[in-house]
């Protein structure tokens, strides 16, 4: 991304592409100069649930296997596969090596350049293909050794090889999608990602039924085969609308090198965050067993869902205004318009989680574990921090400062990595959620003087006010019966329409 000369000069010095995977652009994006610097809520909503379609897909996806896991597994399996699945998501930001945001980066940057979008779909499938290859081959032999660290036990050895066995096609399934997304084609995108979820659930439900923990993981690597048959063939009619063919295709190594290039980042920002999970999840299954580390799986599931779609709807909506924006005068007003608007959909939804905490364990999972409603709150907050820093740290990879953002995601896994396991003896599993909501603390002490400093933003007092009520609110589901508590749902949007009259016709109309 490069700065670009303006009233209010957004400068930058550290050239390099946007740094975590849920901000990724999904098509050209061209400056709207009638764009007021407030978000319409209606079109922010509207706009978040079209892209976000994919997110919502695996939520869904989500729930029904979270059920069907605690249903049939229980708690101490279902925290033995979550610990799998963590280290196969670890596995995940480096066996890519960062071949994300780059492809379709490269390939919007020349949709309708057949030989370079060929070149960019080749190279970075042929990488992606060979990277998975080298990591199954080098860890397989391993199995039951990766099963002793992972859960204590070398008896998972099974299901750990399949999830090995899933990583080359899941690799090159994901270079696909992003080839996709550069090339704009936003409806097969969402097309493969939707019968990609309802195909793993068709493989699933009757493998987990029948053959348990292992028919889940042996469902896992099925599903890769199916989504590599999804992407490529949704790839395949979308070269086939332009008029071109899968012999465009090819290996050229000045592709490699830039997309490589681009990866570095993304590989550092990948591995800081999973494995920060990984690490505190492992200490976690030796020191407070298996039923704990299935207890924090239903903490770390639930709060995983709605964040991610809420990291959709700031990639899908948020993002590419920011980044067509110019106006430093008008990137000020935005970004606190984002945090309000976050605030609002956010903090409201997390209150009534909150409020609702037991009910949503029990219909999302099982009463076995129920244990976990004390903890999700305290999750609850720290994802609360997250989504007042990400408002306004979006901004700085936005306008190229990657490095500074770099740096506030890596202070956050290293602060969860050093508190959890320090409190675990006296706190037990709810000293990982602690951990988590202590370090998130770190987004919006450190994203906030950088963007105010850099940009000149400072927040507003209605956005100063709506983050303490909304604070408020959340403390007030935690320390009031479920009922009553819901009643604390309502703050957030009467204070909004309290404090500015007009605020409801700006929420409401898009002009």
């Known amino acids: ?33 009638s764009l007021p610097a407030y978000f319409g809520l209606r079109s ?108 204590g036990k070398t008896s998972y050895a099974i299901p750990v090889l399949l999830i090995l066995l899933s990583l080359p096609l899941y690799n090159v399934a994901g270079v696909l999608s992003y080839v996709l997304q550069g090339l704009a084609d936003i409806r097969r995108l969402t097309a493969a990602n939707v019968a990609t979820a309802a195909g793993s659930l068709i493989v699933l439900i009757p493998a987990t039924i029948k053959y348990g923990l292992v028919g889940a993981t042996a469902a896992v690597a099925v599903a890769s085969i199916l989504q590599f048959a999804f992407f490529g063939f949704e790839v395949w009619r979308s070269y086939g609308v332009k008029g071109w063919s899968f012999a465009d295709i090819r290996l050229v190594r000045s592709a490699a090198q830039s997309l490589l290039g681009y990866g570095g980042v993304l590989l550092v ?16 299954i030796h020191s407070l067993g298996e039923l704990q580390n299935g207890i924090y799986q239903v903490v770390n599931g639930i709060s995983g869902q709605y964040m991610a779609i809420f990291i959709a709807w700031m990639a899908a909506y948020v993002f590419p205004r920011v980044v067509a924006e110019t106006d430093l005068e ?44 004390p903890i999700l709150p305290i999750q609850v907050l720290g994802d609360y921090a997250r989504v007042i820093g990400w408002s306004f740290g979006i901004s700085l990879f936005a306008y190229g400062k990657t490095r500074a953002f770099l ?35 770190a987004w919006p002490v450190l994203m906030y003087p950088m963007v105010r ?19 408020a609110a959340i403390t007030g589901a935690i320390l009031l019966p479920s009922l009553i508590g819901l009643v604390m749902v309502a703050v957030l949007p009467a204070t909004v329409l309290l404090l500015r009259p007009d605020y409801r016709r700006r929420l409401l109309l898009r002009r």
Request: proline share 4%.
């Open 44 to 151: 922010f909503a509207v706009s978040a649930g079209i892209l976000s379609l994919s997110a919502v897909s695996n939520f869904v996806r989500a729930v029904i296997t979270a059920k069907l896991l605690a249903i049939t597994l229980g708690p101490s399996m279902t925290g033995v596969l979550a610990q799998i699945l963590n280290f196969s998501a670890f596995l995940f930001q480096i066996i890519p090596l960062g071949l994300t945001t780059g492809v379709s980066k490269l390939v919007a940057e020349s949709p309708r350049d057949r030989a370079k979008v060929g070149a960019v779909t080749g190279t970075s499938a042929a990488i992606a293909l060979a990277s998975a290859l080298a990591c199954l081959v080098v860890m397989a032999p391993f199995s039951a050794q990766i099963s002793q660290v992972l859960t």
């Open 330 to 373: 008008r990137v000020r007003t935005m970004l606190n318009s984002v945090l309000r608007a976050n605030l609002l959909l956010m903090g409201t939804g997390m209150v009534a989680l909150v409020a609702l905490r037991e009910l949503v364990v029990r219909l999302l999972y099982s009463s076995a574990f129920i244990s976990a409603a």
């Open 1 to 33: 991304m490069s700065s670009r000369p303006t009233k209010g000069r957004l400068d930058s010095n550290e050239e390099s592409p946007p740094l975590s995977e849920p901000l990724e652009v999904t098509g050209p994006v061209t400056a709207e100069p």
């Open 407 to 441: 740096l506030a995601m890596l202070v956050q896994d290293l602060l969860w990595i050093v508190i959890s396991p320090s409190t675990m003896h006296a706190f037990g599993v709810a000293a990982i959620a602690m951990g988590y909501a202590l370090s998130s603390l």
């Open 269 to 284: 920002s990948g591995i800081g965050a999973w494995g920060s999970l990984l690490v505190v999840r492992t200490i976690g």
């Open 453 to 471: 400093r850099w940009y000149g933003v400072h927040i507003d007092h209605q956005g100063a006010l709506l983050s303490v009520v909304g604070l």
